[in-house]
């Protein structure tokens, strides 16, 4: 039994569940997602399982992939429904995400079931996705002598599969966009055993309510959302960012009493006015800019902590100045670390993180513990529309890029998004986050817009890109972060939209 005096671990790895921490399609800033090797990595780290998409390739084998396409996540194009197991054999899922995984084959379903724990004696745990239709038979085919092997949730976004599911005796998992009644009846009447939210979704009104079932979160990143579900009564979690999920649970169970926010305020890089370098052939690309910081740290706990601040980059160039820093906080004590950061990137994602590792010695002889928190600097943009149509131009996402912009419009509570202008791509596609939820449809969209209370003055988080292909390959084009819906996407921008009246 764990016991607080014990210790958490350097990454809070050995404070156990529940909440149970899954990595999301394994540990993918360590590695190619849903491969072997970021499954891995993740168990490696401590994880209390994985958490990963099914789809069926043309012979009927089911492999993990995220997309039905390949191109985003190998050197191949194409529907992976339209290659046999055999034709994907000599696919690369690896070089994409750096040239050390080159030659990283798709992982079969069989082969991601054989993942051992890094704990003995204990199995990973599982949560599949079945990404596509009328996978459920050949899900039950490939399970056939080894359901009792395994510790797993199937789950689906469709309610006829869930019930198939549960008839061919698996622990059945509802995925939902966000906590409704109506799903609460739904696995109450047919006696599932799980739901899933995706990210924030149980912050609904349904979420207060009791549930006849496991609760689950997934695909949540955000630091003040992953700590609200370590407080709150929701099993597990999976997460692209795992580590700091641990972080959260352990902080949870070590300061119990402790009712405030995440350690670190959130951060946002407003990019408008940041000066972004828009000259050909410049590493700074639109993405970038320069800004004068105010990180507030916090010490959660009830004894002082000595802090190392530092900054973590991702994707482009930054310089810093004023990092790393060091200081003491007494318990409950608050701080302000002044930086300026200089830099950026092409397209959006990646994001630089603040980090803040708190260390302390509880007690003579025992050795000196240390958390790590951290909180993204979110570059994001926002977008007013008030009367009449908005056209809001797309970043250019490499040197040369021509032109691309979309246009807004409202009509009886609706938003209304179309393609103006797809810069030059074929077959071009709408992508569009709004709320929190991912919406594609070819040409135009019309979405129901929050009401106005609950997208409050800040407007409701959103984005636009666009799809399409250049030659044979698949490109996107962004009006800020927050698509496609990977870990590195980066965060939305903000839509507030001024109402008649």
Not at 157 to 167: A, F
Not at 202 to 229: K, M, Q, S
Not at 383 to 391: C, I, K, S
Request: proline share 6%; charged share 25%; aromatic share 6%.
């Amino acid at each position: 039994m764990f016991h607080p005096l014990d210790g958490m671990g350097e990454l809070g790895e050995r404070v156990p569940g529940p909440p149970w921490i899954l990595g999301r399609r394994g540990l993918p800033a360590h590695a190619p997602e849903n491969t072997l090797a970021s499954l891995n990595a993740a168990l490696e780290f401590g994880l209390d399982g994985v958490s990963y998409e099914l789809r069926a390739c043309a012979s009927g084998e089911l492999v993990l992939l995220a997309d039905a396409g390949l191109e985003r996540t190998s050197d191949s194009t194409g529907p992976v429904a339209s290659r046999t197991l055999v034709e994907l054999a000599g696919v690369d899922a690896g070089s994409w995400f750096h040239r050390r995984f080159a030659g990283e084959r798709l992982a079969l379903l069989e082969e991601a079931l054989e993942l051992s724990s890094s704990t003995p004696g204990e199995q990973p745990m599982h949560v599949i996705e079945l990404a596509a239709p009328r996978l459920a038979q050949e899900f039950a085919r490939a399970m056939d002598g080894r359901r009792h092997k395994n510790t797993l949730r199937v789950g689906s976004r469709s309610r006829e599969v869930c019930i198939e599911l549960r008839d061919l005796g698996f622990e059945a998992m509802l995925l939902c966009a966000s906590a409704r009644l109506e799903d609460l009846e739904f696995v109450r009447d047919e006696r599932l055993a799980a739901i899933g939210i995706q990210g924030g979704g149980w912050r609904g009104d349904a979420a207060h309510l009791t549930w006849p079932c496991e609760r689950w979160v997934l695909a949540v990143d955000d630091p003040a959302e992953l700590l609200a579900c370590v407080r709150g009564s929701v099993l597990g979690i999976a997460t692209h960012e795992p580590l700091r999920a641990m972080a959260a649970r352990a902080l949870g169970r070590f300061a119990p009493e402790d009712t405030g926010g995440w350690p670190i305020e959130p951060i946002e890089l407003h990019m408008e006015g940041a000066r972004p370098s828009r000259e050909e052939g410049t590493g700074g690309g639109e993405w970038s800019g320069t800004w004068n910081v105010q990180g507030r740290l916090r010490n959660p706990f009830g004894w002082a902590v000595r802090v190392n601040v530092g900054l973590r980059v991702g994707r482009g160039a930054f310089d810093v100045e004023g990092l790393p820093a060091s200081l003491e906080l007494g318990p409950g004590e608050l701080a302000t670390v002044p930086f300026r950061l200089s830099g950026g990137s092409w397209s959006p994602g990646g994001d630089p993180t603040l980090v803040a590792a708190m260390g302390w010695r509880r007690g003579p002889g025992r050795p000196e513990e240390r958390l790590f928190f951290d909180t993204p600097l979110a570059r994001t943009r926002r977008a007013r529309l008030a009367g009449g149509a908005l056209r809001l131009s797309l970043l250019r996402e490499r040197p040369g890029d021509p032109a691309a912009s979309v246009t807004l419009n409202t009509r009886r509570g609706e938003l209304q998004v179309a393609i103006e202008s797809a810069g030059g791509m074929r077959d071009a596609e709408l992508l569009v986050h709004l709320a929190g939820c991912s919406h594609r449809g070819h040409g135009r969209l019309r979405l129901e817009l929050p009401a106005a209370g609950a997208a409050g003055p800040a407007g409701v988080a959103f984005s636009v890109g666009i799809l399409g292909r250049e030659g044979e390959r698949t490109r996107i084009r962004r009006w800020a972060g927050g698509l496609p819906d990977e870990r590195e996407a980066g965060a939305p921008g903000r839509l507030v939209v001024e109402r008649e009246g």
